[in-house]
């Protein structure tokens, strides 16, 4: 029946009955029916039908059981060695029990089995000689089948052997136990990268880490990068495979995964390049699984904006992104408004165990006592609904010893939540999340735990734990969200009173910081410059788009990049002060590093214009002109055109007055020696270090009146502070590529070459920046995704979903008109530093107690102290260090220094406009670091008043700002 139905669908008829198979049937279906006329059974040729044997591997690709080409290629070899062996034996076994032509005598008795085992042996060439042909014809076939069958065996065999071998013991597929949950985690999967990763991913601190981690990768992993697979065997999958292969994905159960991360290489010659190959395994994912959780990294700011075309990609639903540049250069950015903030922010998110010793020094046992700091979250006991903002953070801090920092504040209408940091005057409602700094999960549960009832009376912070009463609170449901949304309106209507005010047009002696002002000055009317740091507040509220369409930063109309070019005369006829200087080492065709995520944190519209710190970058124009579209809508930006490396331009732009030099490259490292990546960095760095400065000062008293007392730029010039008179003293954060190269920096440090980053002088200092510790963001988001929205509104002044959406577009900025809702915005808390040195809270610097600087400076200036930057040499010694290293979260008993300066998160203060009397030496109420521009040098830059007891030079500086 077979053989018809195949003859009725064969196209060609003829050649169908010379086939194979065909030739199988005509040798196997007559003796069926000679068998059926002579009522005796007949085996014949039947065992032709072994044949048939060669067809199993396409029965198996129909079926869709083998899809690889390499499994096909197995079974269609097993295939033709088992049919041609059985057939073989069929016709041994055949003719043995026949016996010798043409009488059929002398038959050998031989089972089918037997005849089987004997050409296997003869195949094989061992030849036992038990078993032999007794027949004339079985012994010509015999000799016939030994030159078929040798090279059947001689061929087949090794080529099997061969793909049994090239089956890599990565190529297998997960099988997780039921009910746990895994993570797949791709892209740039190397022994450094993910050993990294599992540091941090596994770490003991986390709480209940049952979540097995499989790697998929292209490549098999080296002897190194398997021995740590071996090493964690227990919670961690390797599998080889693409993440563009559906099958792959399949293999890593990716549609079952809780999460998939894709990891970057920051080390890559081309980012841009880096980024598309990441961002396709995103769509690759996303399209065999659209509900899928992904996390990726990303080199590049500006490629975010693809992720938004992938139609499954929600942020709701937890798919987030980790852009190196934004968060690298935002790190960099607060670190020019508070030294050492980006070590801090590091260390909190990054999981470490601190182990203090007592050969240590002194400041290296406080520091690693910061280390062990991490971010957390847990939702607030009952006990605190209805409390504001800093009572529960006093509460945390002196009974539960927590730092409180923000809580996510859900909206009324249902929408999206928010995090709000040190939110002003808020009241908690019931259920309410807090995200904390302390050193394990475990102390972060007493928020959870605490109960008024029980706990009042409670000494030790260790035992509050579970109580028994069922002491709930009594709000009613949505009234503490009422009284939130009430207080949250107040400010937005100080704001709108505030900036809504307009004085009377005064003689405007602003102009532009560049030699066209020294043309202008004679005209009695000037227009407004482009850095206009004059900070003559009326002429500023004229401007009908003072901020961007969000209201989150400071905006300006776009200008050309010639009008803020300085060559170096213009620079040092210039007054700098106060400024931040960017070194920046480019070629024409670096990749772009987005600059504009340095520049935007510093122009957050929390800051009043005043206060914002000139930039002028120092560097290659053509590479800067290729970035200027992002920079083009922000103001208070010059550029030098000229060498970082130049002792003439660092003294053109007044190195030794900045605020912050952060130096920054945006060369592509080279494959050949990836430890040169820093080379630039590294030199500038010792360059300035290496620098001395004239101690001379000029003082001229502002004259209005006079106008021989105004500078070549037409504005009068008071200068109050002196600065660094050795380059050493020079605040200072460098970025580096390279771990190993932060021996390079401080030639004074005792780091061994093998020291962990954050465990050297330099990152401890906050004078030294690596990518590097950025990787921990992927488990701490991970864990907890709004860990990464909390560090992103910190770091970045304020980015958010709809911002991203307008900088998608690619035009950059774009202005809006002040509403309430946008000068709302403004009312956010910044990240400052205070000095203990002077003003209010100089009292707690003569031998206070941490405890009390964190409770008064919470109640009387609602500013929430996070950590302390201190000298590393508090002797008075005339060789005495200026550096300073960070302490994260002190202990309560903590005793302070006059010398300490304090990171604080400050609330914004609407009320806090340019005063001229801030330039005659009356400045010592202002507090933060940010606001030290005095305001009355030249357009655009600020001159800063030091604490009195700043030193002309050499030794120790009190205050670094």
């Known amino acids: ?53 060669m067809t199993v591997p396409d029965i198996l690709q129909y079926l869709n059981i083998l899809k690889t080409s390499t499994s096909i290629r197995l079974a269609q070899l097993i295939s033709i060695f088992i049919s041609v062996w059985l057939t073989a034996a069929g016709i041994i076994h055949l003719l043995e029990n026949s ?15 037997n005849a089987v085992y004997f050409l296997m042996v003869t195949m094989s060439t061992v030849g036992y000689g038990d078993i032999t042909c007794g027949t004339s014809l079985g012994r010509v076939v015999q000799l016939m089948f030994l030159a078929v069958g040798l090279a059947l065996f001689a061929s087949v065999l090794p080529e099997i052997l061969e793909l049994l071998g090239s089956q890599s013991k990565w190529a297998g597929t997960y099988h997780g136990d039921k009910g746990k949950r895994h993570i797949v985690v791709c892209g740039h999967i190397t022994y450094e990268s993910v050993s990294h990763f599992l540091k941090d991913f596994l770490h003991e601190d986390r709480e209940d880490v049952d979540v097995e981690v499989v790697f998929l990768h292209r490549a098999e992993p080296d002897l190194e990068f398997e021995g740590l697979l071996k090493r964690q065997h227990t919670r961690v999958k390797y599998f080889q495979g693409s993440l563009m292969n559906a099958m792959d994905l399949e293999r890593a159960k990716v549609h079952e995964a809780d999460a998939c991360l894709v990891l970057a290489n920051k080390y890559c010659q081309d980012p841009d390049a880096e980024d598309a190959a990441n961002i396709m395994r995103v769509i690759s994912i996303k399209n065999y699984s659209d509900d899928i959780r992904v996390i990726i990294q990303l080199m590049q700011y500006h490629n975010k904006a693809y992720l938004l075309n992938i139609p499954s990609w929600d942020w709701k639903q937890g798919d987030d992104v980790i852009c190196l540049a934004e968060l690298k250069l935002g790190f960099i950015a607060q670190s020019c408004l508070a030294p050492g903030f980006s070590t801090m922010m590091a260390n909190l998110f990054a999981m470490r165990s601190f182990k203090t010793s007592p050969d240590m020094a002194a400041w290296q046992n406080d520091y690693l006592q910061g280390t062990g700091c991490e971010m957390y979250t847990e939702t607030l006991s009952p006990t605190f609904t209805g409390m504001s903002f800093s009572q529960a953070s006093e509460l945390c801090f002196v009974k539960l010893k927590l730092l409180l920092l923000a809580i996510e504040v859900k909206s009324d209408d249902g929408g999206d939540s928010k995090i709000s940091i040190n939110p002003r005057g808020a009241k908690i409602p019931a259920n309410t999340v807090g995200f904390f700094i302390a050193q394990s999960a475990e102390e972060v549960k007493r928020a959870w735990f605490y109960c008024k ?5 409670v000494k030790d912070e260790n035992q509050i734990k579970k109580c028994k009463c069922k002491n709930l609170a009594t709000t009613k ?16 209507n100080n704001v709108k009173k505030n900036v809504s005010v307009k004085e009377e047009p005064k003689p405007n002696m602003n102009g532009r910081p560049t030699n066209k002002a020294a043309v202008q000055q004679k005209s009695a009317k000037m227009e407004v410059g482009i850095a206009d740091d004059q900070a003559k507040d009326f002429d500023f509220e004229k401007t009908e788009m003072k901020y961007d369409s969000t209201g989150m930063f400071h905006w300006t109309p776009a200008r050309a990049i010639e009008d803020c070019i300085l060559d170096r005369n213009q620079a040092a006829m210039t007054v700098l002060n106060g400024h931040v200087v960017v070194c920046l080492f480019a070629d024409p ?13 510093l122009r957050a519209s929390n800051f009043h214009y005043h206060e914002l710190k000139h930039v002028v970058i120092v560097g290659s124009v053509d590479y800067i002109r290729r970035e200027w579209k992002t920079l083009q809508n922000l103001p208070k930006i010059s550029v030098l055109n000229g060498s970082p490396l130049s002792r003439a331009d660092l003294r053109a732009v007044n190195v030794n007055l900045c605020d912050m030099c952060v130096i920054l490259s945006a060369k592509v490292p080279s494959n050949d020696d990836p430890t040169l990546a820093d080379k630039e960095a590294i030199l500038a760095s010792l360059n300035i270090k290496a620098m001395t400065f004239d101690d001379t000062i000029g003082v001229l008293s502002q004259n209005n009146g006079a106008s021989d007392s105004l500078s070549p730029l037409g504005s009068p010039i008071v200068l109050q502070r002196k600065g660094s008179v050795y380059g050493a ?21 005792d780091d061994d070459p093998d020291t962990e980053l954050y465990l050297t002088q330099p990152f401890a200092c906050g004078t030294a920046f690596a990518v590097s510790v950025l990787d921990s963001l992927m488990s701490t988001t991970y864990f907890n995704q709004n860990a990464l929205t909390l560090i992103r509104s910190l770091i970045t002044g304020g980015a958010t979903p ?11 900025l774009r202005g809006g008109y002040s509403t309430p809702e946008t000068l709302s915005n403004r009312d956010r808390c910044r990240v400052g530093q205070i000095s203990l040195f002077e003003g209010p ?49 002190p202990p309560t008993d903590f005793n302070l220094l006059p010398s300490d300066q304090v990171f604080v998160l400050m609330q914004f203060d609407p009320g806090m406009e340019y005063r001229p009397d801030w330039g005659d030496g009356k400045g010592g109420e202002r507090l933060l670091r940010a606001g030290h521009s005095v305001v009355g040098g030249p357009p655009g830059h600020s001159v800063v008043g030091g604490p009195p007891g700043h030193p002309a030079g050499g030794g120790k500086k009190p205050d670094s700002s």
């Open 1 to 53: 029946v077979y053989f018809f139905i195949r003859f009725i669908a064969a196209s060609d008829k003829f050649w169908f009955m010379l086939e194979l198979y065909s030739f199988v049937d005509y040798f196997t279906i007559p003796p069926s029916f000679v068998s059926i006329y002579l009522n005796r059974t007949w085996i014949g040729l039947r065992f032709l039908r072994a044949l048939r044997l």
């Open 99 to 113: 016996g010798d032509l043409p009488t059929f005598s002398e038959p050998v008795a031989i089972s089918y089995w």
């Open 453 to 457: 009832a029980c706990h009042e009376d």
């Open 477 to 492: 449901p949505g009234g503490p969200a009422q009284s939130s949304m009430v207080n949250a309106t107040k400010p937005a």
């Open 589 to 601: 065709d670096s990749p772009l590093i987005g600059l504009r995520n340095l520049v935007m944190p």
């Open 729 to 749: 003293n020079v605040p200072m954060i460098t970025e580096l590529v390279n771990d190993s190269n932060v021996q390079f920096l401080d030639q004074d440090d």
């Open 802 to 812: 709809e911002l991203e959406l307008i900088l998608a577009e690619g035009a950059g």
């Open 841 to 889: 809270l100089a009292s707690f610097g003569e031998g206070g107690k941490y405890i009390d600087l964190f409770v008064a400076a919470l109640r009387n200036y609602g500013m929430l102290c996070i950590g302390l930057y201190r000298f590393r040499d508090t002797a008075n010694a005339f060789d005495a260090s200026s550096k300073r290293y960070v302490i994260t979260n």
